[in-house]
């Protein structure tokens, strides 16, 4: 896609990411706050990549593509086929040799989305959390 930048974020980038969630991305998580954020890029600078469309934030991702999202008006562009890909490639660059992602059941369309980047459920799998307290 012709002027599409996929970048590790700055710490500069990090309100804009939390502004862009609120927007893009279904729910939010204990560690989507400024200081949960401010963590992971200060202990991995490459762990929250941005997708850029002509300067704009139009997508991102994070860690093991817990955090996926396509600005609503910038979907079906490529954006979402360009981030995985990307954090793949990275995961391969790591020694990594599975991707996964972590997808709403009532999502449809974010799971037709992985389906066509060649991601399918486990149902095996359940999601277990624990809230940490510092």
Same mark, same amino acid.
């Given at each position: 896609m012709t002027g599409l930048r996929v970048r590790a974020a700055a710490p500069e980038d990090l309100d804009s990411v939390l502004a862009f969630w609120r927007t893009a991305a279904?729910?939010? =998580?204990? =560690?989507?706050? %400024?200081a949960g954020v401010e963590r992971l890029v200060g202990r991995d600078p490459e762990a929250l990549v941005l997708a850029e469309l002509d300067g704009e934030l139009v997508g991102g991702w994070r860690c093991h593509l817990y955090r996926l999202?396509?600005? !609503?008006? %910038? %979907? %079906?562009q490529g954006i979402g086929s360009a981030l995985p890909a990307a954090a793949e490639e990275r995961f391969e660059r790591l020694g990594g040799r599975r991707a996964d992602a972590m997808v709403l059941v009532r999502n449809e369309t974010a799971q037709h989305a992985w389906r066509a980047a060649g991601y399918? !459920?486990?149902e095996r799998w359940r999601r277990w959390v624990k809230p940490l307290t510092h």
């Open positions: 279904e729910g939010t =998580s204990i =560690s989507d706050d %400024r999202a396509v600005h !609503p008006e %910038r %979907r %079906r399918g !459920p486990e």
